[in-house]
């Protein structure tokens, strides 16, 4: 079968390529930016790509389009497509009829985690031989790729909330049907197409409905947005983590979360030790090893898994360590995750300064919807830097007011990273948050430390 895929170098609709490409299709695609990683790790693939969204893409025609969400009415390659009738599907909907309709489909789902908690269900069952498929949000070191057909009957998936493509509303993930789901937490986020927290829940709601009575829900139980999910109605049974309640929890946990014990039901059953860090990570830890543990992996042998697991690329990934000068790449983009990143990161280093460095970039960001949280949430942080892009529209200076002189506001990068760089001390940390490329930013900085190294000393 011939496919064209639009939107092609997004991680998501990049794995659906490689998918495709795994199965023996012939598969081609087009996007408006094609360029690396995605576009070397598909062109490895044999997969041909095109740049930009021209109709003559569709030429001659393929069996059928697979539209990425990020495509809308207006686009020429849309508008070709319609006009001239071939048949087209979304990613989520080809995903289940083509791999998932017949597999055991581990999803997990929720405001934060996912990636992470997808990496480690999917190596936890790899390491113990179960030869999983997986489609991750992001590149798992411990796999190098972001999907994989894999030779086992499960399928671990990670099942986002956001909306499916332009004719299909409902979130991606009440394509996926899965047997087993975990829901790491749930809060408001993706402003641009949801209007509240309710109809996040709805959605949430509509995926609980389609868990069978034979399957299994593993929710953090101290979520209260998730209760309340939960009390609408739940058909199937379900097992709660935490890192301090839950039929899953976490005792004698070190400070920074690198090492802890796990109790299922009350008893102790394994311990952790691992690269990880933070409060946040040991609770996908407990959530993937209870999902595990439903496709019959062990707590032990979980346990075992995790101590070998590499992290998720973009997760406090140390990007460079120069002149005493650690710098730390993060993907996170919501208060909550910022939080959660620095108060790891704090658990590690202890008294050592941090400097936090902030793109507000995601559209929710970009509305100003979490503007009141955002200084809060970066509290742990000795010093705070915040690029105010030309498409923010809020007042960015006011909302960090409460950080006093510790926060700073820029508006170009190379001010910013002149600002930084005008802080820096030996054994200083800089944790860098965005959940885009910010720019290159991060190479700004990691030059201008190697080229300042030697005057520093």
């Keep these: 079968m011939r496919i064209h895929i639009l939107g092609i170098c997004g991680t998501f609709m990049g794995g659906i390529a490689a998918l495709a490409k795994s199965l023996g299709h012939e598969v081609a695609g087009s996007d408006a930016a094609v360029y690396p990683p995605m576009s070397t790790q598909l062109e490895a693939l044999g997969i041909r790509l095109q740049e930009g969204y021209r109709p003559e893409h569709l030429k001659p025609a393929p069996d059928v389009v697979v539209v990425g969400n990020a495509l809308s009415r207006g686009n020429p390659a849309v508008e070709a497509m319609l006009e001239r009738g071939l048949a087209y599907q979304s990613g989520p909907q080809w995903l289940y009829e083509n791999l998932l309709k017949d597999r055991h489909v581990i999803a997990i789902a929720g405001t934060h985690g996912k990636t992470t908690t997808t990496s480690m269900t999917a190596w936890i069952l790899e390491h ?23 030779k086992g009957r499960h399928f671990v ?30 809060e408001y986020d993706h402003a641009d197409i949801f209007p509240d927290l309710a109809s996040i829940e709805n959605q949430f709601h509509y ?44 005792a004698e946990m070190a400070d920074d979360g690198s090492r802890f014990k796990v109790l ?21 830890a407990l959530a993937a090893m209870a999902a595990a543990a439903h496709v019959g992996v062990t707590p032990d042998m979980a346990a075992r898994a995790l101590a070998h697991f590499q992290g998720v690329k973009r997760r406090l990934e140390v990007r460079a360590e120069v002149d005493g000068v650690t710098v730390y790449d993060d993907f996170a983009h919501h208060p909550t995750a910022v939080a959660a990143t620095l108060a790891a990161l704090r658990g590690r280093v202890g008294q050592a300064r941090i400097l936090a ?8 960001m970009k509305l100003g919807v979490h503007k009141d949280s955002l200084a809060a949430s970066l509290e742990a942080a000795d010093r705070v830097f915040v690029y105010q892009a030309p498409n923010i529209g809020w007042d960015v200076a006011g909302a960090m007011r409460p950080l006093g002189t510790r926060a700073s506001v820029l508006k170009d990068l190379d001010s910013l990273a002149d600002a930084v760089m005008g802080e820096l001390q030996r054994g200083d940390h800089v944790l ?11 190479e700004m900085l990691i030059d201008k430390l190697e080229r300042n190294a030697a005057p520093r000393c």
């Design 128 to 150: 113990t031989g179960l030869q999983p498929g997986f489609l991750i949000g992001g590149v798992a070191p411990d796999f190098g790729v972001s999907a994989r057909l894999g």
């Design 157 to 186: 998936v990670e099942a986002d909330e956001y909306d499916t493509a332009f004719f299909d509303k409902g979130s991606k993930f009440l394509h996926y049907r899965p047997r087993t789901a975990v829901l790491n937490n749930l």
């Design 207 to 250: 995926l609980v409905r389609s868990v069978p009575g034979n399957g299994l829900i593993v929710a953090n139980g101290g979520d209260r947005n998730l209760a309340r999910v939960l009390e609408r109605g739940c058909w199937t049974p379900r097992q709660t983590f935490g890192a301090g309640s839950g039929d899953w929890q976490a």
């Design 264 to 284: 299922q039901g009350g008893k102790p059953v394994a311990e952790v030790r691992w690269k990880l860090l933070g409060r946040h990570n040991v609770e996908n």
């Design 357 to 364: 460095v902030m793109e507000p970039r995601s559209a929710t």
């Design 432 to 442: 860098i948050m965005s959940n885009g490329g910010f720019g290159g930013f991060h």
